[in-house]
């Protein structure tokens, strides 16, 4: 019997519309072909999915690429254009021998000059497949879902987990689905109930937040079989594009009334819990003023400059306050400044320098800070994410010490949601008083569980968890918590492809 073929494609960003910087091309890794099998065993979409597809006898596995970067700023013109263009000519090359096109994708990219990457590429997949190729994607529940994306696809499994720690688990869910829809021909039904809210803050966190008890609602669908998958996307607030929004997906075997009326269901619960779903901040002078006073290692969260999220990571903000607040306790830091970090390079271990620290992205929200330093420790700035264990690259990177500060100096963004650039670096943050996390949550293993207090501190940046002060002009409104909505009526979508 014939194998049927499964082409996989990733292409995966997340931006902020209010990083200054542009990303450009050169941030994304590639993976062309056969290479795409390195991602065998880990906890990525593509690894998942692959462990799914070569499990299963009667199929095979098309690697064509996959093109992932980390967060940052809007892609510029000539770097989506060169991507888009690579992605393309790599689906064309196999898309005529294919039964199935699986796509890994976050959701939340955004290019000069094309605000819906995912809707574009997808649209030029489907016209390149032709109608009767199943595509199924895999989505980030910070992503957009946008209409143009729906009606390209047949299946849509979406993160189950903030923090992520289920991508290989959506990965497979995603192929699974595919395989079904390949053995049972069935003809699947999408319902998408659009809320317009925005949301941050601790009750997002899956395991303890309200967020969570519905997504829940999300997971005991599809066990029950009720949904083919279902699942709640809460976008990305910093990610300023047209169909930017909340929006619950519930995914049938052609069952129309329960995907429009689990998703409206589960839209309702939603709304009303839109408040508490909001970020609970402290001012920077008031979590310094306590940390003081507490015996044990404390985490102040900067996730106004998460990396993670799309900010640049050059924000002094933080360190500003406690030179100036006078801190004595062991704080240990991160930030990216290429300049400070190619000085510390050319100095060398052991020497002594002046450096103007932060603002090297975002001069405009941070000016720089005068400080002499000392060189401890110079690295390449390789790193493997903790959960993930995909590479990271933070270039040539420092470790700086003055006082009672320790400063993991950068010369690129990368992800900062776990502790790998510390660990990389020869840092342990439990030897530490105070830890400064640029990421809004972490796996609870990695701070929480053992530091004594977590404040999620009220400072600048272009991921501010203070949601109506970042400058939305061009999502839809209106649109809570920048608009005050009285009422809402959730009404269900319902999307069939063939």
């Not at 997971?219 to 910093?238: D, V, Y």
């Not at 044990?296 to 900010?311: E, K, N, R």
């Not at 501190?457 to 400058?471: E, H, K, W, Y």
């Amino acid at each position: 019997m014939m194998k049927k073929k499964i082409l996989i494609v990733e292409c995966m960003q997340e931006i902020s519309s209010f990083n200054p910087v542009q990303s450009e091309y050169d941030y994304f890794e590639i993976e062309e072909g056969e290479e795409l099998y390195r991602h065998r065993g880990r906890n990525t979409a593509i690894g998942g999915a692959l462990r799914v597809f070569e499990a299963k006898p009667d199929f095979e596995v098309v690697p064509a690429i996959a093109a992932r970067a980390g967060s940052a700023g809007l892609l510029s013109r000539t770097g989506w254009d060169r991507l888009s263009k690579q992605i393309l000519e790599a689906v064309r090359s196999h898309v005529e021998e294919v039964d199935g096109i699986f796509v890994s994708l976050h959701g939340a990219m955004g290019a000069d000059g094309e605000l819906d990457p995912e809707g574009y590429l997808l649209k030029r997949f489907r016209e390149m497949a032709g109608p009767n190729i199943p595509i199924v994607i895999s989505l980030d529940l910070h992503g957009i879902l946008t209409e143009r994306m729906i009606r390209q696809v047949d299946g849509i499994a979406i993160y189950h987990t903030y923090p992520h720690i289920d991508f290989a688990e959506t990965g497979a869910r995603a192929a699974m689905l595919l395989l079904n829809l390949l053995s049972k021909q069935q003809a699947p039904i999408v319902a998408r109930v659009v809320i317009p809210a925005l949301v941050r803050g601790d009750e997002l966190i899956t395991r303890t937040g309200c967020y969570g008890d519905l997504i829940r609602e999300c997971q005991r669908l599809e066990r029950e079989g009720r949904a083919l998958s279902a699942g709640i996307m809460i976008g990305n607030p910093f990610t300023d594009v047209p169909e930017l929004c909340s929006q619950v997906i519930v995914v049938t075997d052609g069952d129309e009334a329960t995907a429009r009326g689990e998703a409206e269901r589960i839209a309702g619960e939603f709304w009303p819990m839109r408040h508490r779903m909001q970020g609970k901040l402290i001012s920077l002078e008031r979590a310094i003023a306590q940390a003081r006073t507490i015996e044990g290692p404390v985490c102040f969260t900067d996730a106004a400059d998460a990396t993670s999220s799309g900010a640049t990571g050059d924000s002094n903000s933080i360190l500003r306050g406690l030179i100036e607040h006078g801190y004595r306790k062991r704080a240990l830091l991160q930030i990216v400044d290429p300049a400070v970090a190619a000085t510390a390079h050319r100095a060398g271990v052991g020497a002594i320098v002046d450096v103007k620290l932060g603002g090297a992205m975002d001069p405009l929200r941070f000016q720089p800070l005068d400080i002499r330093v000392k060189v401890k420790l110079l690295s390449d700035g390789r790193a493997s994410l903790e959960t993930m264990k995909i590479p990271l690259d933070a270039g040539p990177t420092a470790v700086l010490e003055f006082e009672n500060f320790t400063i993991v100096v950068m010369s690129r963004s990368v992800s900062l949601f776990d502790r790998a650039m510390y660990y990389a670096n020869g840092l342990d943050p439990v030897d530490f008083d105070l830890i400064v996390v640029k990421s809004p949550h972490t796996e609870y293993h990695m701070y929480d569980q053992w530091v004594e207090k977590n404040f999620n501190i009220d400072v600048a940046g272009a991921t501010s968890a203070d949601i109506p002060r970042l400058g939305h002009t061009i999502c839809a409104r209106p649109m809570f918590p920048l608009d005050d909505i009285k009422a809402f009526e959730p009404q269900g979508i319902v999307y069939r492809r063939l």
